[in-house]
């Protein structure tokens, strides 16, 4: 009976999701860019980490990347990944979908550079960038990211139902890829249900890109880590999004109760060590990397977004109010994490 009222509860198309959680609103669509700017490229020089998703038509891939500072080459139009640094360099071939995730140390805040593979040689995988912009802190602040320990060892409980953070790939019908953030406290971001996964969505950048990816392709991928330990599960399978209240309220955090959750179906799930966390050394977090400030960077994205739109007259000069845009973060981190 429980089944019946889940499959009951899913969401079919997008006007029954905006139904649930409202219409996307257009100014954040004005973060995005269209290239790597000297905010993005000084990101990525200081960056250990990365996740990468690799979608084609056989469905999508995701892994992991990492190695010093830097590791990642750029310019203003393409990211340069070389092969050695990837967990699982196979999946990147020419003419593959690519959305990724770059880590600052102590920075909770993400990177993403979504583009497509353009080549695939010399050691390198080279990716042309299409979109570029920061992802709010929520998921890091919420999975307690940087402030793990490091935890060497095997884990002695379920790994996947206590892991704290995830990487979550998904591709749009264009066949576009998309990697998002999730993040929650150990026991409270997926559960198990027989033989699916469950986890709940959490308020993040609105954009959300994943729900619409998996009401047009639902194969996803996601990589599931507890910070401070370099293993990682990675995922597999076909999702779908529900509003049973039932799954939804066994998620609730600080009496919050999501508005939606995921299940994966078909779901396969391998656990390994991840040699790019090995080497990107993230645990304990080293001390902040100079020059990059969130605040400053979201304001200088809409600054150049080349959208000329009232709405983007109106946000620029809204958030270029000194200080306003800072005060604003710090403010929804605080109050509005769940």
Do not use: Y
């Given at each position: 009976m429980a089944g019946s009222t889940d499959r009951q509860a899913e969401i079919g198309n997008l006007s029954e999701l905006e139904a649930v959680i409202g219409k996307v609103p257009p100014a954040i669509h004005l973060k995005v860019i269209d290239h790597l700017d000297s905010h993005a490229l000084r990101w990525l020089a200081a960056s250990p980490l990365l996740f990468a998703a690799?979608?084609?038509?056989?469905?999508?891939?995701?892994?992991?990347?990492?190695?010093?500072?830097?590791?990642?080459?750029?310019?203003?139009?393409?990211l340069r990944l070389p092969l050695h640094a990837l967990d699982d360099p196979e999946l990147a071939k020419p003419g593959a979908a690519f959305g990724s995730l770059a880590l600052v140390p102590g920075i909770g805040e993400t990177l993403r550079v979504n583009g497509r593979v353009a080549d695939v040689r010399d050691g390198e995988a080279r990716i042309e960038v299409r979109e570029c912009y920061l992802h709010c802190a929520k998921a890091l602040i919420r999975s307690g990211f940087w402030t793990a320990e490091p935890q060497p060892g095997e884990p002695k409980t379920d790994f996947v139902t206590d892991s704290r953070f995830m990487a979550l790939a998904t591709m749009n019908a264009d066949g576009e890829a998309d990697l998002s953030p999730k993040g929650d406290p150990a026991g409270t971001m997926a559960h198990r249900q027989g033989d699916d996964l469950l986890f709940a969505d959490r308020p993040g950048n609105k954009k959300v890109d994943s729900f619409r990816n998996i009401l047009a392709r639902p194969p996803v991928a996601a990589v599931l880590m507890q910070p401070g330990t370099t293993r990682v599960a990675v995922i597999t399978g076909r999702?779908?999004?529900?509003?049973?209240?039932?799954?939804?309220?066994?998620?609730?955090?600080?009496?919050?109760?999501?508005?939606?959750?995921?299940?994966?179906?078909?779901?396969?799930?391998?656990?390994?060590?991840?040699?790019?966390?090995?080497?990107?050394?993230?645990?304990?977090?080293?001390?902040?990397?100079?020059?990059?400030?969130?605040?400053?960077?979201?304001?200088?994205?809409?600054?150049?977004?080349?959208?000329?739109?009232?709405?983007?007259?109106?946000?620029?000069?809204?958030?270029?109010?000194?200080?306003?845009?800072?005060?604003?973060?710090?403010?929804?981190y605080k109050t509005r994490l769940y």
């Open positions: 690799f979608g084609t038509e056989g469905g999508m891939g995701v892994t992991l990347a990492g190695g010093d500072t830097g590791f990642a080459a750029a310019d203003k139009a393409q999702a779908t999004l529900t509003t049973d209240p039932d799954i939804r309220a066994a998620f609730e955090v600080q009496g919050k109760v999501p508005l939606l959750a995921t299940r994966v179906r078909e779901l396969s799930i391998a656990l390994h060590d991840s040699p790019a966390l090995t080497r990107a050394r993230l645990w304990p977090a080293a001390s902040k990397a100079e020059g990059l400030n969130p605040a400053t960077i979201f304001v200088d994205h809409l600054r150049i977004n080349r959208s000329k739109s009232l709405t983007a007259r109106v946000a620029g000069a809204v958030v270029s109010i000194p200080g306003m845009m800072e005060s604003g973060l710090k403010r929804d």
